[in-house]
C-alpha cells in the first residue's frame, strides 16, 4: 500500500505541473521574436526623454531609425546627439500627432515600417473639478487620439509582403498610471501635494532604463512590458483577460493573483489614510482614529462601506431617453426619488418622461443637450439643481477594425477590448482609470464612485450598433449572455445604494472584475476575501476565454485566405 505521505507529495508535485502544461497549450498569441537589427523603428516624441533614449539604443543595435515630434529644433538637437552616441544617422520628422494629415504625411514619407513605437505623452496633473477643460482635452487628442492616428496612418504599409518581411511591432508606451490612477512620475512641479505624497510610494527610473526594459519587451513581443518590479506586481494584478505569451508567466500569474490582490489593498489602505490624514490636517478636521498595523481585511478595506439612500434623493441621468438609461430612470422614480434624464434628442426625451410617469406616476425633468457641448451641459445642470447621484450614462458606438474606422468616428466615441471594438474598449477602458483616480479625489466630500459594467443589453441602442457589428465580433461577443435593460437597471442601483465601486451584472462580470481587481478601491471586507481566493482562478478563466478568442480570429483568418 502507498505511503500517505508519499502520495500528498506525488498529488502537489502533479498539480503544478499540469497546470504549467495546460498552460503550455492555451496562452495566446503564442510566443513571437521581433528581430530589430536592419529593421525600420519610427519613434513618436523622440526628440526628448524616453523617446530619445529609445532611439538611442535601437540605433545601436543597428536599427534604421525615424523619429517624430513636434519641435524642429529638438528634432535636430536629437538627431546630432544620436549620431555622436551611435554614429548613425536618423530620419526627423516635424507633425503634431492630433493632425491627422500630418501623421499620415509623415509615415507615407518614412516608408514601410517595422517596428512603430508610439511614445507621444503629455500630463498636467490637477484634480478634476479645478482642471480646465481645454487642458484635459489636450491629454486625451495628445496621448489617445495621437496613438490611434499614428496607428492608422501606419497599419497599411506594415501589412504589405509582411510575411517575407517579418514579424512586425507596434508598442505603445503608456505608464503606471494606466495600470492604477496614483502611479505618477512627471510634471513634478505641477502636481497637487496629495498626488505628491502618494506618488512617492514608487521610484523614478532614468530614460536610458526604460528604454532598455521596452526594447527587451518589444523584442520577445510581449503584451505588457513592466518597468520595474511594482510594475510586474500591477501587470499580474490586473492581468485579467490581458494576452500572455509565456506558460511560464501564466503560471506565475496563476498563482500570485490573490497575494498580489492583497497587496492591493495594502496599498489602497495606505493611500487612503494619506487622503484622509492630508484632509484633516488641511481642513482643522479631528484626524482619523490610528489603526494598529491591520491584521484582519475588516480593517484595511478602503473606501469604508457606505449607504446611498435614493427616496427623496435627486437622480441625474445622462443617456436617459432609452435602453439602459430610461430603465435606470424608471427605477429610481418607482424608488421615490426626483429624477431628472439628459439627452439630445428633445422628442425621445419627451416620449420618456411620459413613459415613466405611465409606468411610476412619478414626474421627471427633461433636459436636451449634447454631452460635448460643455456650456450647453453645465448650464441643464445647473437649472436641474443639486444633485445627489449622477449617472454618466451616455455613451457612442461604431464597430470596425481601426485601421478602416474614420479618425472622426474615434473622436465621436472618445467625446462622449474585443476585436472590432478598438476605439470603444479605449474609450471605456479609460472610464476605470477616471473613476479609480476621481474617488480618491471626492472621498473626503463624501462622495462616492461606482463603475458599473453592463454586458450587452437589449435596447434600441443595441439593435443598431449589431447591423454595424464584424461576423468575427459577433462570435467572440456571443460567448457573453445578453441582458434585459431592466436586469441592468436593477443591478446599478442596487450597487449605487450601497456605494459598490464595481458593480457587476452578471456572472462573467463577477470574474472579470475579480481578475482585473489589482489596485482598484474595495468596501466589503468579504469580497476582498473572494477576491483574493478566487484571483487565480479568475486568471486561468480569463486564459481559456483568450484562447477560445485567438482560436476563432485564426479559424477566421484562414477561411477568408480560402
Not at 487 to 513: P, W
Request: with cysteine; hydrophobic share 45%.
Amino acid at each position: 500500500m502507498a505511503d500517505p505521505n508519499t502520495a500528498f507529495f506525488s498529488l502537489l508535485l502533479l498539480l503544478p505541473l499540469s497546470l504549467l502544461l495546460i498552460l503550455y497549450f492555451i496562452v495566446r498569441p503564442r510566443p513571437a521574436k521581433i528581430p530589430i537589427k536592419n529593421r525600420h523603428v519610427f519613434i513618436t516624441g523622440g526628440s526628448s526623454g524616453i523617446g530619445l533614449a529609445l532611439a538611442r539604443r535601437v540605433a545601436s543595435e543597428g536599427a534604421r531609425v525615424s523619429i517624430l515630434a513636434r519641435d524642429h529644433a529638438k528634432l535636430q538637437a536629437a538627431k546630432q546627439d544620436i549620431q555622436l552616441a551611435t554614429g548613425a544617422d536618423v530620419a526627423i520628422f516635424s507633425a503634431d500627432v492630433r493632425d491627422f494629415a500630418a501623421v499620415k504625411m509623415a509615415v507615407e514619407a518614412t516608408g514601410p515600417i517595422d517596428v512603430l513605437v508610439c511614445n507621444q505623452g503629455v500630463f498636467l496633473p490637477q484634480e478634476l473639478e479645478n482642471q480646465p477643460l481645454d487642458e484635459v482635452k489636450f491629454m486625451i487628442d495628445v496621448n489617445l487620439m495621437g496613438t490611434f492616428h499614428l496607428i492608422k496612418a501606419a497599419l497599411p504599409l506594415m501589412k504589405i509582403d509582411r510575411q517575407a518581411r517579418g514579424p512586425a511591432s507596434i508598442a505603445i508606451i503608456s505608464s503606471q498610471a494606466g495600470q492604477i490612477c496614483s502611479m505618477i512620475f512627471c510634471e513634478n512641479k505641477r502636481r497637487p501635494e496629495l498626488t505628491t505624497i502618494i506618488a512617492g510610494s514608487s521610484g523614478v527610473m532614468k530614460a536610458d532604463e526604460v528604454a532598455k526594459k521596452a526594447i527587451d519587451g518589444i523584442r520577445s513581443g510581449r503584451f505588457i512590458v513592466p518597468c520595474n518590479f511594482e510594475g510586474l506586481l500591477l501587470s499580474i494584478a490586473t492581468a485579467g483577460l490581458g494576452p500572455q505569451r509565456s506558460y511560464l508567466m501564466a503560471f506565475v500569474e496563476v498563482l500570485a493573483a490573490g497575494i498580489i490582490r492583497l497587496a492591493g489593498l495594502f496599498f489602497q489602505w495606505t493611500w487612503y489614510g494619506s487622503i484622509e490624514k492630508w484632509h484633516a490636517q488641511n481642513f482643522s478636521l479631528s484626524p482619523p482614529p490610528p489603526t494598529l498595523f491591520p491584521r484582519y481585511l475588516y480593517f484595511i478595506v478602503r473606501p469604508r462601506p457606505v449607504q446611498i439612500p435614493i427616496k427623496d434623493r435627486h437622480v441625474f441621468i445622462s443617456g436617459g431617453s432609452c435602453g439602459t438609461g430610461l430603465a435606470i430612470a424608471r427605477r429610481a422614480a418607482s424608488e421615490g426619488a426626483r429624477v431628472s434624464i439628459l439627452a439630445r434628442d428633445h422628442g425621445k426625451l419627451k416620449a420618456a418622461k411620459q413613459e415613466i410617469r405611465a409606468a411610476t406616476g412619478a414626474s421627471v425633468a427633461v433636459f436636451s443637450a449634447d454631452v460635448r457641448d460643455f456650456p450647453a451641459l453645465k448650464k441643464a445642470v445647473e437649472a436641474a439643481g443639486p444633485i445627489d447621484v449622477l449617472v454618466c450614462n451616455h455613451e457612442a458606438f461604431m464597430a470596425g477594425e481601426m485601421e478602416k474606422q474614420s479618425p472622426e468616428n474615434v473622436q465621436l466615441m472618445i467625446d462622449i477590448g474585443i476585436y472590432g471594438y478598438t476605439g470603444y474598449s479605449a474609450t471605456k477602458f479609460g472610464l476605470r482609470g477616471l473613476a479609480e483616480a476621481l474617488q480618491q479625489e471626492v472621498i473626503t466630500d463624501n462622495i462616492h464612485v461606482s463603475l458599473i459594467f453592463p454586458p450587452d443589453t437589449q435596447t434600441p441602442g443595441f439593435e443598431e450598433e449589431n447591423k454595424r457589428r464584424l461576423e468575427l465580433t459577433k462570435i467572440i461577443a456571443n460567448s457573453s449572455t445578453m441582458m434585459k435593460s431592466e436586469e441592468v437597471a436593477k443591478k446599478t442601483m442596487d450597487g449605487i445604494r450601497k456605494g459598490s465601486f464595481h458593480i457587476r451584472c452578471n456572472f462573467k462580470g463577477l470574474i472579470l472584475s475579480t481578475s482585473t481587481a489589482g489596485f482598484s478601491p474595495q468596501r466589503s471586507f468579504l469580497m476582498a476575501f473572494v477576491e483574493i481566493l478566487v484571483a487565480g482562478i479568475a486568471r486561468l478563466i480569463g486564459l481559456f476565454h483568450l484562447w477560445t478568442f485567438y482560436r476563432s480570429i485564426e479559424k477566421r483568418h484562414c477561411q477568408t485566405l480560402e
